[in-house]
């Protein structure tokens, strides 16, 4: 258990504002090349070769990462239910907002569960499950590993039984045999994990107060921090941004 922060503390650290814009930016570079190759301006894969697959689970580790400190810090600072719901529908209905478009743009893969959709689950079990303190450390553990350990049993003995779960309606559990076809998929397992090891290592920097000393450094840090404050709203409006930059100027080109 984390003591309790006094309800007159701000309610941003910008410390993890900070790390979420660094977040925002690599997320920012990657789908800038997703795009370029997505318009056929370079030729990539982004869903085979290590080099991108690999980024891409760093960056929603990342993003996973700091929404857990930032739920370890609301905890400790008392914030309400009521006052969770309110941020929790924003991404819940940025969620679907971002079904429906990526739909129109990729009907064939469009995303019914990336990572808003995922943060929206984990965000309500990292609130349930806050103050279970340094058990999180152990059932994090366990959540990253049981996919991976669970996949001889899953395609082998289990495999009748099994296969239900790699349908739409259960695949968001993570339990699966072969990967979905999506443009985005973050289920609950194994980012579980990530999220109850972000809860328990936010819990202990709040106890040594590092989160509350250390300041992003120089006009950068601060510029991160502001940027990092906006994470939501950035996040639904930088893909449109970018490909209709990369539209506009293939329109150009062309004339």
């Not at 001889?152 to 968001?172: C, D, F, H, V």
């Not at 972000?198 to 510029?223: E, H, Y």
Request: aromatic share 14%.
């Amino acid at each position: 258990m984390t003591r309790e922060l006094p309800m007159t503390s701000p309610d941003r650290i910008e410390a993890v504002d900070a790390l979420r814009g660094v977040a925002m930016l690599w997320m920012t570079a990657f789908h800038f090349c997703f795009d370029l190759n997505h318009f056929g301006h370079i030729q990539q894969n982004f869903y085979l070769d290590p080099f991108w697959t690999w980024q891409r689970s760093a960056i929603v580790s990342l993003f996973l990462l700091c929404a857990a400190l930032g739920q370890a810090i609301a905890v400790a600072q008392g914030q309400s239910w009521s006052r969770f719901w309110r941020r929790w529908f924003q991404v819940a209905g940025c969620a679907l907002l971002v079904t429906a478009g990526s739909w129109l743009m990729y009907p064939q893969s469009f995303i019914y569960f990336g990572v808003l959709h995922g943060m929206a689950v984990l965000l309500v079990i990292a609130r349930l499950t806050a103050h279970w303190g340094r058990w999180l450390w152990l059932l994090g553990a366990v959540a990253l590993a049981l996919p991976w350990a669970a996949q001889p049993l899953l395609a082998g003995a289990l495999a009748p039984w099994a296969e239900p779960l790699n349908s739409p309606a259960l695949n968001w559990l993570g339990l699966i045999t072969r990967k979905p076809v999506a443009e985005d998929y973050v289920p609950v397992l194994p980012w579980l994990g990530m999220v109850w090891w972000g809860i328990a290592a936010g819990q202990w920097l709040l106890k040594t107060d590092w989160l509350r000393q250390w300041q992003p450094p120089g006009g950068a840090g601060r510029r991160l921090a502001a940027l990092g404050r906006w994470s939501l709203s950035y996040y639904m409006l930088h893909q449109p941004v970018l490909i209709g930059a990369l539209m506009a100027l293939s329109w150009v080109a062309g004339r």
